[in-house]
Nanobody, 123 residues
Framework: EVQLVESGGGLVQAGGSLRLSCAAS????????IGWFRQAPGKSREGVAC????????HYGDSVKGRFTLSTDNAKNTMYLQMDSLKPEDTAIYYC????????????????WGQGTQVTVSS
C-alpha cells in the first residue's frame, strides 16, 4: 500500500520561504512520476511541480517557475518542495502525489495522494 505524508506547511509572510516534505512508503521514486499539487479555496487542483520518468524532466507550473524547487532524497524516500518568494496567491492546500505517468503535471495522471498540508501566505 502506498502512503504519502506531507509536512512543513504553515503561515508565512509574503516574500518568505517554506519547505514542504513528503515521506513515502510502499513505492520508490524511480518507479513512476511524482509531484506536488495545490488547491486554493474555490479553485481546481493544479500542478505545481512534477518529475516525469517519461522524459526525465521536472515540470513547473508557470506561476511558480523560478521560485519553487522540487527535490528528492531517495535514501529517505522523501521529496521536498522548496518555496521561496512566497506570494499571497500561493495560499492553498498542498498535496504530494505519486504513481504518475505521462508528461507534465496533470491531476488525472496520478494515482496516489497525500492528505495535504495548508500553506497560508499573508500580505
Amino acid at each position: 500500500e502506498v502512503q504519502l505524508v506531507e509536512s512543513g506547511g504553515g503561515l508565512v509572510q509574503a516574500g518568505g520561504s517554506l519547505r514542504l516534505s513528503c515521506a513515502a512508503s510502499g513505492i520508490t521514486f524511480d518507479d513512476a512520476n511524482i509531484g506536488w499539487f495545490r488547491q486554493a479555496p474555490g479553485k481546481s487542483r493544479e500542478g505545481v511541480a512534477c518529475i516525469s520518468m517519461t522524459d526525465g524532466l521536472t515540470h513547473y507550473g508557470d506561476s511558480v517557475k523560478g521560485r519553487f524547487t522540487l527535490s528528492t532524497d531517495n535514501a529517505k524516500n522523501t521529496m521536498y518542495l522548496q518555496m521561496d518568494s512566497l506570494k499571497p496567491e500561493d495560499t492553498a492546500i498542498y498535496y504530494c502525489a505519486a504513481e504518475g505517468s505521462g508528461y507534465g503535471c496533470y491531476v488525472g495522471d496520478f494515482n496516489s495522494w497525500g492528505q495535504g498540508t495548508q500553506v497560508t501566505v499573508s500580505s
